[in-house]
């Protein structure tokens, strides 16, 4: 369903955001499943566009090569789960940021047919719209824009990723984030990264003790007093990492990344 104003997507969205629990009604569940498969409907570069819906299950199927076209470092921090950064083009200013059309051959081993879903950040950014141009015109006949971009599938769908160069940035950088360890208590208290906080996989999921999850929130564990705040996610291995970082975005933490590698690949990045 396409809506007509940008302002009203983005307003609903905020809503949305703040209404997913474990426990939604059905009505909340139906406002999702609007959004989920609106676009933006602005004119572009004459690319079609896909619903967060239909990114999913893009993803799901894996019948799109789906590439994020900002920043590397952008990318490396948080980026939709299996999407690939491609290089810049040379000489071009930040301003003007656009990614290799030449990258992206390189990518797809020159097959100008492969299905590409391109995004960036969110209804007003132009580096999608401006890489669509540029493949339209080296003559590649499958591309699509999730236009919405990077801000609204947070909204959504909540979990992204980060790689090892963003997990170094942040920890160096940010010093507001929140890295939650989400092994066993007893593997935590073996030895954790510096500053990290313990939310253990096993009190999280469905099915299990979840009040685990309430009582971070009341014990400060998570940040209840600003949900902007970024939360990295870490576990054994990324599959653990994952369920979590799922489970956290659905209590409308909407800044939430989680670490696909090791406990021991990302104590190396942190030390």
Request: charged residues 25%; negative net charge.
């Amino acid at each position: 369903m396409r809506l007509s104003r940008m302002s009203a997507l983005v307003c609903v969205c905020a809503l949305v955001t703040c209404s997913i629990s474990n426990d939604r009604t059905a009505d909340e569940q139906d406002s999702v499943q609007l959004i989920g498969q609106a676009v933006s409907a602005k004119p572009g570069s004459g690319v079609a566009e896909i619903s967060t819906e239909e990114l999913e299950q893009i993803l799901q199927d894996r019948s799109a090569l789906v590439l994020d076209t900002r920043p590397h470092r952008e990318w490396s921090i948080s980026h939709i789960p299996s999407a690939i950064n491609v290089a810049p083009q040379p000489g071009i200013p930040m301003a003007l940021y656009t990614s290799d059309v030449a990258e992206v051959g390189r990518l797809v081993d020159g097959d100008k047919s492969q299905p590409l879903v391109l995004y960036c950040n969110g209804p007003y950014c132009g580096k999608s719209k401006r890489v669509a141009v540029a493949l339209l015109e080296e003559g590649y006949t499958d591309v699509r824009r999730y236009q919405l971009g990077a801000p609204v599938w947070r909204a959504l769908v909540g979990v992204m990723v980060i790689e090892p160069d963003g997990v170094r940035y942040v920890f160096a950088n940010d010093q507001t984030a929140v890295w939650i360890d989400v092994r066993d208590s007893s593997e935590f208290r073996g030895g954790s990264i510096p500053g990290a906080r313990n939310l253990p996989r096993s009190g999280v999921l469905p099915g299990k003790d979840v009040g685990e999850v309430f009582a971070a929130k009341n014990d400060g564990r998570l940040p209840m007093e600003d949900h902007n705040t970024r939360i990295v996610v870490f576990g054994r291995d990324g599959g653990q990492a994952s369920e979590v970082a799922e489970a956290l975005a659905r209590e409308a933490f909407h800044n939430v990344a989680y670490f696909a590698g090791t406990f021991e690949e990302i104590r190396g990045l942190t030390e």
